[in-house]
């Protein structure tokens, strides 16, 4: 089982990113996703997170209104659109997967809920 997450990288404030992640060796329609970050000296937080059920979705405080999550199962990947971008937005950023029947969506937020992980992908939000 593999999460491949991609599309970080350095973007001024105010621009845009699409971070991607592609499953393989799981069928992703059937699992809950989130994106975490991290930022450095500080603890990994939830970004975002879509049902598998019922494609609701979910977000951090810090990011409502400026980031989206999606998913296509047919192509196996999952995505996060990033606007408005701000320095504090700069973290690595990782997508989860947790199978959709054992996911709590009361407590999307928590790392302790997914049980499978990507390797990150740095975003850098600098002038």
């Known amino acids: 089982v593999q999460l491949q997450a991609s599309g970080g990288g350095l973007v001024q404030p105010g621009g845009s990113l699409r971070l991607s992640c592609e499953a393989s060796?799981?069928?992703?329609?059937?699992?809950?996703i989130a994106w975490f970050r991290q930022a450095p000296g500080k603890e990994r937080e939830g970004v975002s997170a879509?049902?598998?059920?019922?494609?609701?979705?979910y977000y951090a405080d810090s990011v409502k209104g400026r980031f989206t999550i999606s998913r296509d199962n047919a192509k196996n990947s999952a995505y996060l659109q990033m606007n408005s971008l701000k320095p504090e937005d700069t973290a690595v950023y990782y997508c989860?997967?947790?199978?959709?029947?054992?996911?709590?969506?009361?407590?999307?937020?928590?790392?302790?809920?997914?049980?499978?992980w990507g390797q990150g992908t740095l975003v850098t939000v600098s002038s």
């Open positions: 060796g799981l069928t992703l329609g059937v699992y809950a």
């Open positions: 879509i049902s598998d059920v019922d494609g609701s979705t």
């Open positions: 989860a997967a947790e199978a959709g029947y054992m996911w709590n969506r009361n407590i999307w937020y928590e790392k302790t809920e997914y049980d499978y």
